[in-house]
Nanobody, 125 residues
Framework: QVQVEESGGGLVQAGGSLRLSCAAS????????MGWFRQAPGKEREFVAA????????NCVDSVKGRFTISRDNSKNTAYLQMDSLKPEDTALYYC??????????????????WGQGTQVTVSS
């Protein structure tokens, strides 16, 4: 059974920073491509960032480029989303997801088999 668990959400003022963490179990962590998605009230769940199994390939949605960084530490079975210069429009429930198939990047939620419960990020203006 694969378990995915996020942590690190919270309330922050605009311009501030948060770091989300995501742990996944079940196989060696490097087997998984990892992704972050977010869902604001009344909106679809959207792609935020993705990272390949070895961490050598990453990408993120244009709206967060230059502000968010995805990374991973396979020795700790953990992926991270560093969020800087946060804006009120970043407010959402953030989900971590894992996909088997570590070489490429997954941009669609349907490419991910395993999901965490989500962690709330609220950015006040």
């Amino acid at each position: 059974q694969v378990q995915v668990e996020e942590s690190g959400g919270g309330l922050v003022q605009a311009g501030g920073s948060l770091r989300l963490s995501c742990a996944a179990s079940g196989r060696p962590f490097s087997y998984y491509g990892m992704g972050w998605f977010r869902q604001a009230p009344g909106k679809e769940r959207e792609f935020v960032a993705a990272c390949s199994g070895g961490g050598g390939r990453t990408n993120c949605v244009d709206s967060v480029k230059g502000r968010f960084t995805i990374s991973r530490d396979n020795s700790k079975n953990t992926a991270y989303l560093q969020m800087d210069s946060l804006k009120p429009e970043d407010t959402a429930l953030y989900y971590c997801a894992a996909r088997v198939g570590s070489a490429g990047l997954g941009y669609s939620r349907y490419e991910y088999e395993y999901w965490g419960q989500g962690t709330q990020v609220t950015v006040s203006s």
